[in-house]
């Protein structure tokens, strides 16, 4: 049995992890910003990734840390960084401290391209810390994450019921179902391994087109899918700040990198097969999503 410490185990990513690691045997220490109901096999610890106290918990005891939570939308260059790379060196620092030596990193594969967003950047800048702090470590550039509980995408389904699909300029992404990710994540945490760096997806680029069509069979629908150019995301970027504050899905810092023509991971740079191999196909995962956000009222 393994202690595994995780952070943003209240999120999307890090809630599907606990729920396998749980069903693995292992014991959980989660770091949480508030109070949650007991659940068997968690520890949970109140805190955060700028109180070292907490960190120091919650790292103590561990056999790894799967380092999880990060900020995805932030005002401005100094709350990306504080929330990914001042938290990532929190993190660490509290690893050597407690004596944990292996540490897998969440990181984006927006990494590969710091000058396209502050989000990039910061994840980058993140990812150095961890290849320099002589622990044990590998890191995880997810492709794009969905699956039930997803709220990333949420809007993009809900635009698809009306047969519309308003893409970013033409290019090719990448797709990983939230549960894949999850058994990855808990296989590197259990298995000491060569340091690397991993990008992750279902083994497949997608063209924007070809994603967009799959999430309207997903809800039933023919989508007339069109390419927006970046003027008309930026647009779009300031009407969701107007809208929804803090809560918008589309920022200026998003719309830098939707643009880029590829987000799809590298295949000299996926996980060896005898490692994972992906076992969710996009049609199976989009359907399982859409019927999530219709139970839920979301759709």
């Not at 185990?9 to 396998?20: D, I, K, S």
């Not at 994450?145 to 300029?169: C, K, Q, S």
């Not at 063209?207 to 039933?220: M, N």
């Amino acid at each position: 049995m393994t202690i595994l410490a995780i952070t943003g185990a209240t999120g999307f990513v890090g809630g599907a992890l606990v729920a396998r690691a749980l069903a693995a045997g292992h014991q959980v220490r989660a770091l949480t910003r508030r109070a949650q109901p007991p659940r068997d096999g968690v520890t949970w610890i109140e805190g955060a990734l700028d109180r070292p106290d907490s960190l120091a918990r919650l790292a103590t005891g561990a056999d790894a840390i799967v380092h999880v939570a990060g900020v995805v939308n932030a005002r401005d260059r100094a709350g990306f960084a504080t929330g990914n790379i001042d938290g990532t060196r929190a993190m660490l620092a509290a690893a050597v401290q407690a004596g944990v030596d292996r540490f897998v990193h969440v990181s984006s594969l927006s990494a590969r391209e710091p000058q396209l967003s502050n989000y990039g950047w910061s994840k980058a800048a993140a990812e150095a810390l961890v290849e320099h702090s002589g622990l044990d470590w590998t890191i995880v550039r997810p492709s794009g994450v969905y699956g039930p509980g997803d709220m990333d995408m949420r809007d993009i389904f809900r635009v698809a019921r009306y047969g519309l699909a308003l893409m970013p300029p033409p290019g090719k992404v990448g797709l990983v179902h939230v549960d894949d990710l999850a058994r990855l994540l808990l296989i590197l945490a259990d298995n000491a391994a060569d340091r690397a760096t991993y990008e992750v997806d279902d083994g497949l680029a997608w063209s924007h087109r070809a994603f967009h069509r799959a999430i309207g069979a997903a809800v039933g629908r023919r989508v007339l899918a069109i390419h927006l150019p970046r003027a008309l995301l930026a647009a779009g970027a300031r009407i969701d700040r107007r809208l929804r504050g803090d809560g918008a899905r589309l920022t200026q810092d998003r719309v830098s990198y939707l643009v880029h023509p590829d987000w799809a991971a590298d295949p000299a740079r996926r996980p060896p097969p005898a490692l994972w191999v992906p076992a969710i196909p996009l049609a199976e995962g989009l359907a399982a999503t859409a019927r999530w956000y219709r139970a839920n009222g979301l759709l």
